[in-house]
Nanobody, 127 residues
Framework: QVQLVESGGGSVQSGGSLTLSCAYS????????VGWWRQATGKGREGLAC???????YFEDSVKGRFTLSRDNAQNTITLQMNNLKPEDTAVYYC?????????????????????WGQGTKVTVSP
């Protein structure tokens, strides 16, 4: 079973940047899809980005061109670099993977699917 722990959230003004980090343990994720999703208060889950084991990436239109995703399999980390942040980016952000499937996947985009995620880190963007 994989464990994921997010960090790096905080408060920033519109136009600013934040780097979210995710440290995972319990099993290697080299051969699994990894990525991030978020949930704003009172809204449903929103998938943001994912990366395959081969390094192919997908980004939702809402963050395309502003967010980048990277993974370091040697350091067991997944990073989301967020630039040009907007107030509508305010949400709790979750690091996720398709590994440790139990009963269902959260799916978005052409091939992104998540079965496990961490506890989340809050991002607040002020106008």
């Amino acid at each position: 079973q994989v464990q994921l722990v997010e960090s790096g959230g905080g408060s920033v003004q519109s136009g600013g940047s934040l780097t979210l980090s995710c440290a995972y343990s319990g099993m290697p994720l080299d051969s699994f899809i990894v990525g991030w999703w978020r949930q704003a208060t009172g809204k449903g889950r929103e998938g943001l980005a994912c990366m395959t084991k081969d390094g192919d990436t997908y980004f939702e239109d809402s963050v395309k061109g502003r967010f980048t995703l990277s993974r370091d399999n040697a350091q067991n980390t997944i990073t989301l670099q967020m630039n040009n942040l907007k107030p509508e980016d305010t949400a709790v952000y979750y690091c996720a993977t398709e590994a440790s499937y139990i009963a269902s996947y959260f799916r978005f985009g052409p091939a992104c699917r998540f079965a496990s995620w961490g506890q989340g880190t809050k991002v607040t963007v002020s106008p």
